[in-house]
């Protein structure tokens, strides 16, 4: 049996027109179900989905490729902007001890989608916000992202209606998780993430 090769790595700049053809196909697919097509179009206009150079800047955006295909892209970052791309910035640094980190951007390719790639990627950036000293997570939930981060221990804090435009309002939630104390159970297989090794945990 071949087994598919999995590597994660973070984002540079030049993986930038990549990354946002995956955005558009993943948006436009996956979520088509539970938005208008307008609002996607006019969410993916105004840059409420988009890429923020920030946390390509700050290493703390990691892409998944599954045979060297790009699969899925998301991360997390220390900065106080909820979501967008580089719409509306707010780098403010955040405290650890008094902040929750976020978590951002994730979009899996349709054809990987309900494959895990987007528990692995929240995996990652807990574990790495962890490592950073952050013990809270926060995140703007689209309907799908709900579904995902509701089966990963996140709580519902409140609806956000974001403007995108057209006179159409999008609407999302605002999502928290504490981490627990211990660290994650590192039982599963090892990543090659060039410089470093990921490792893979299983969805509890
Ligand atoms: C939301 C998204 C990132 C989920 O990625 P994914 O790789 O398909 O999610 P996973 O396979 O890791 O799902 C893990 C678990 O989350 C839950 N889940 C995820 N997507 C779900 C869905 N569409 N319906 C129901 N449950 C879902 C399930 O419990 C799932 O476990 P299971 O497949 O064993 O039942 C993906 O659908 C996506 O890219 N959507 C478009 C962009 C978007 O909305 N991004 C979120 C921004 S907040």
Not at 154 to 163: L, S
């Amino acid at each position: 049996m071949k087994i598919p090769t999995l590597a994660v790595r973070a984002a540079t700049l030049a993986d930038i027109p990549d990354i946002s053809n995956l955005m558009l196909l993943s948006a436009r697919e996956l979520t088509k179900d539970d938005y208008p097509a307008e609002a996607i179009e006019s969410a993916l206009q105004c840059g409420a989905w988009g890429i923020d150079t920030q946390l390509i800047r700050d290493e703390t955006y990691y892409l998944v490729f599954v045979e060297k295909v790009l699969a899925a892209c998301g991360g997390w970052s220390f900065r106080r902007t909820l979501f967008g791309g580089e719409s509306s910035p707010d780098d403010t640094v955040l405290d650890p001890a008094m902040d929750a980190a976020r978590i951002r951007a994730f979009f899996v390719h349709p054809c990987f989608a309900r494959r895990g790639l987007g528990a692995l990627l929240l995996r990652c950036c807990e574990n790495a916000g962890r490592i950073a000293g952050f013990r809270a997570f926060e995140l703007a939930a689209t309907a799908g992202g709900e579904r995902l981060y509701g089966a990963n221990g996140y709580c519902a804090v409140q609806p956000i209606d974001h403007d995108v435009g057209n006179g159409l309002t999008m609407r999302g939630l605002l999502m928290r998780k504490r981490l627990s104390r211990s660290p994650e159970v590192t039982t599963g297989p090892q990543i090659s993430t060039g410089n470093t090794t990921v490792v893979a945990t299983p969805t509890p």
